[in-house]
């Protein structure tokens, strides 16, 4: 597998954690063991199963150091998630660390692209 192809999967795993976050965050919102909670809830668990089972997968053609130095795009996704889904406010110093992030991102991934 190529590198580009490694790392749209490996973002495309991120987005996918970044999902299930929204799964738990609707399932707060419902009453503790009602069936709307425990179908999030276990909406959320399926979700980050998968996510798990391909990160290992991913794992094989990523260092761990740079997979785990891209975790740090799902703060990014859920800012985005967190607005669109759940009117949250995005503020300035968020925007600031959002771009804190993507450049350390990028300063790790840019010796492997």
């Given at each position: 597998?190529?590198?580009?192809k490694s790392?749209?999967?490996?973002?495309?795993?991120l987005l996918m954690l970044s999902i299930?976050?929204?799964?738990?965050?609707l399932a707060s919102r419902q009453e503790f063991l009602s069936v709307q909670f425990i179908s999030l809830y276990v909406g959320?668990?399926?979700v980050l199963?998968?996510?798990a089972i391909a990160w290992q997968q991913i794992l094989k053609h990523i260092p761990l150091t740079v997979a785990y130095a891209n975790k740090g795009i799902s703060l990014i996704w859920g800012m985005i998630f967190g607005n669109v889904f759940f009117s949250?406010?995005?503020t300035l110093n968020m925007i600031i660390g959002a771009v804190i992030v993507?450049?350390?991102i990028l300063m790790v991934v840019s010796d492997e692209v």
């Open positions: 597998m190529n590198k580009i790392y749209i999967l490996l973002h495309m795993m299930g976050g929204i799964f738990s965050k959320s668990l399926i199963f998968i996510y949250e406010v995005i993507f450049l350390g």
